[in-house]
């Protein structure tokens, strides 16, 4: 871009001094022609003198040199605004591409926090709540609280404790809050299975998985709460 704003500089040069030249080819006044003549009105014929070339011979090739410089001028000047274009759109692009980029990583950094809300507060319920169903209620309640619920629709300005204990509030659960190391729950032992857990029976068979037609009965039998008896 710099060697191209140059170039339309020394063609503005250019179309200038063709300009001058050309102004300079204007008939003399009557006073100076008077000096070219000696007395009598006869012609100054001094030898080694130069003869005067005609203007209108002059101004011809001149004439065409300014209309190419002025031509080659605007292609220049043509050439350097869609240069300039260019560079603006490409530098739109970048911003906008950028713009993109951290807008996606804004939303998944708040699609990353939602879930991690919604993973403490059932860890939190599997220490209380025993059976299948009542955990499933208690999931729906969770959505609805966070899609519903105006308490819980400043979940962005606030601590990961308060959401996590103003949720537990509101859906009855109380949690110990000793376990909690600032950011979770913490584990002093190993995870444990929560009490509607299908695994809780040794099997030496897929749990979750039965033969033939039967895998969804299989399934529902398996992940029975203790104690049910199916109908």
């Known amino acids: 871009m710099l060697r191209a704003e140059r170039r339309l500089r020394l063609l503005a040069e250019l179309a200038d001094i063709g300009m001058d030249l050309a102004r300079a080819l204007k008939p003399s006044a009557p006073a100076d022609e008077a000096q070219d003549e000696v007395p009598g009105g006869s012609p100054a014929t001094e030898p080694g003198r130069a003869k005067r070339r005609d203007p209108a011979e002059a101004f011809a090739p001149l004439s065409r040199a300014i209309r190419l410089t002025l031509a080659l001028e605007a292609k220049t000047d043509a050439e350097l605004c869609d240069l300039k274009a260019g560079v603006v759109r490409a530098r739109e692009e970048e911003r906008t591409v950028t713009a993109e980029r951290r807008k996606a990583a804004a939303a998944k950094e708040t699609e990353d926090r939602e879930e991690k809300i919604r993973d403490l507060v059932i860890e939190a319920a599997e220490f209380e709540i025993e059976g299948k169903e009542a955990m499933l209620e208690l999931m729906d309640a969770l959505e609805e609280r966070l899609d519903d619920d105006v308490a819980h629709g ?9 959401i996590v204990e103003r949720l537990c509030a509101d859906l009855t659960l109380r949690p110990d809050w000793s376990r909690w190391d600032g950011e979770g729950w913490a584990r002093t032992t190993p995870p444990t299975r929560p009490p509607f857990s299908p695994y809780h029976q040794p099997s030496a068979r897929p749990v979750l998985k039965g033969p033939g037609p039967n895998v969804a009965l299989h399934a529902a039998i398996s ?3 203790p104690g049910h008896a199916l109908e």
């Open 223 to 225: 992940r029975a709460p």
């Open 154 to 162: 400043d979940r962005d300005e606030r601590s990961m404790r308060d």
